[in-house]
């Protein structure tokens, strides 16, 4: 029998549940099922507090972006801006670009989950061109347009990081040299200037917690960096 929790413990214990099993399955081969046997409730319990899969499953990658997001608009507004671009543009973990890439192509298929992911999508464009604003405030760099700098970069991160985690077309370091390369040019910075602006560690460095989803990450989770 499982153990009774107030409302609130028990939806952060089906989604972090869901985050699991997506870590290792991927958005589309999860079901209710799935989840209610890996909390160890019955299936109608889910349901309860989730009534459809769809809800679930948008309501999950809300919280896994959430975490990972969590510090970025601290880096959008405090991190020097030149450390704060390198930081947004190098390459990140693996474990967050599946359940990226596993919502993308699960998106068209269920509007809530769209919903979450365009929003989100839409809000790391808005803190990635203020960073871009203040690196031009700065004088350090140049934008006559930060908003459509970052939808360019934006776009050209995804890609590379389709190329460099899900076909391992190219390598970390080449991946972060397209990105840095172009963002360089387009910004008016000296080549060179991102990689030795580069965190140490991957992007969200200044964030307190690492991802739910790195946390219960399964064999999918390839750590390949």
Known sequence: MATRLDPAARRDQILAATLRLVARDGFARVTLRDVAAEVGVVHGLIRHYFPTRE????????????????????????????EALA????????????????AWSEAHRNPELLAALTRHHRDCERRLARIIER?????????????????????????????????????????????????EDRLGLERGTLAASRPTAARGQWAADASPVAATAGPRADRRD
Request: glycine letters at 6%.
């Open 135 to 183: 690196l031009a405030e700065s004088g350090r760099g140049a934008s006559d347009d930060p908003a459509a700098d970052a939808k360019m970069l934006t776009a050209l991160v995804d890609g590379v990081a389709v190329q460099h985690h899900a076909i391992d077309l190219i390598g970390r370091a080449e991946a972060d040299r397209v990105v840095y390369t172009a963002a």
């Open 87 to 102: 930081d947004w543009l190098t390459t990140t973990p693996r474990d967050h670009y599946f359940v990226w890439i596993d």
């Open 55 to 82: 809800q679930l499953m948008a309501e999950a990658f809300d919280a896994a972006v959430l975490a990972e997001l969590e510090g970025d608009e601290e880096v959008a507004e405090r991190v020097e801006p030149v």
